[in-house]
């Protein structure tokens, strides 16, 4: 049999995405030739490798058989890659990365800058986006990579260890939580707060410790960024919790103050996700293994 690799690209393409339209958003070609390309791999094999459904495709046996193969091809031409790319004076490409606010706030565009001193002809496209706009990005091909809080990670996104960082409380100058003792997390309950969108990773992970503790968040306000948090802050609209380094950024030029919290969970890790048995190109994994080598 004579196999091309575009057509085992494709092949790959829905087997993982387990859709012809998510396949052919992520393979950058038509559905029509999607569907064409697969058919004339079966004519090929001489079987069926998808069983077809209204809302998707499963693999055959004979499928999943071909796909074991065909992630080994890969791998070994991503081996190559990296081999060659040893003997080039610099990596080209294009990255598309989805990040959360805490990691745009904090440390990526520090790492971002260094990435692009070493690489200069990657391209990079960087979106703020909450933490499940970002795994729903992953996994319908629309990022490369992603930058948000570890959380209870699907089995679908593989994820790397980026950075760590501390939640605090922003309270006003002046109030009465604003004495600098560690405050517990229940302590909160009778404030009214000021919040990221309920599709932040951060809301979620808070409004699970307040259930737990037995106590609602009172929300007053929501707002989609740490600044315009900080500023709702300093004009007594609510306390927030965000990473302790944003709020004493905010703090030199408006009057709020971080205040510690007396919780473990205080400590948030970022990690890089991408799709889980997603072939890296170089540009990608050399971003990658830029951003995890701390």
């Keep these: 049999m004579k196999h091309d690799l575009a057509s085992l690209n494709i092949f790959l393409c829905v087997a993982e995405e387990k859709s012809l339209t998510r396949a052919s958003v992520r393979a ?32 055959t046996t004979a499928g999943e058989a071909l796909l074991v193969h065909v992630r080994r091809v890969f791998a070994r031409i991503e081996e190559m890659d990296e081999e060659l790319a040893s003997f080039s004076e610099e990596i080209r490409g294009n990255v598309r990365i989805c990040a959360t606010t805490s990691a745009l706030s904090q440390f990526l565009p520090f790492d971002i800058a ?3 001193h070493k690489y200069p002809k990657i391209n990079l496209d960087i979106e703020g986006r909450v933490g499940g706009a ?13 930058v948000f809080s570890a959380e209870s990670t699907p089995p679908d996104i593989e994820i790397f260890r980026y950075r760590t960082y ?65 500023q709702l802050v300093a004009c007594q609209y609510g306390l927030a919790i965000m990473p302790r380094e ?38 990608v994994k050399s971003l990658v293994e830029h951003l995890t080598q701390h």
């Design 28 to 59: 950058h070609i038509a559905v029509s030739a999607v569907s064409k390309r697969i058919a004339e791999l079966e004519g090929r094999v001489g079987t069926p490798l998808f069983v077809r459904f209204a809302r998707g495709v499963e693999l």
């Design 114 to 116: 260094s990435f692009r």
């Design 134 to 146: 970002i795994l729903r990005a992953l996994r319908e091909g629309e990022a490369d990579l992603g």
């Design 166 to 230: 501390e939640l605090a409380l922003a309270v006003p100058v002046g109030h009465p939580l604003a004495n600098g003792s560690p405050i517990r997390y229940e302590a909160l309950a009778e404030y009214s707060m000021v919040a990221q969108h309920v599709d932040s990773l951060l809301y979620e992970h808070l409004e699970k410790e307040a259930e737990i503790r037995g106590f609602q968040l009172k929300i007053g306000v929501r707002v989609s960024s740490f600044d315009c948090m900080c």
């Design 246 to 283: 944003t709020i004493e950024v905010y703090a030199k030029s408006i009057p709020i103050v971080a205040v510690s919290l007396n919780e473990d969970w205080a400590e948030r890790d970022l990690v890089v996700g991408v799709k889980t048995n997603r072939y890296l190109d170089p540009a």
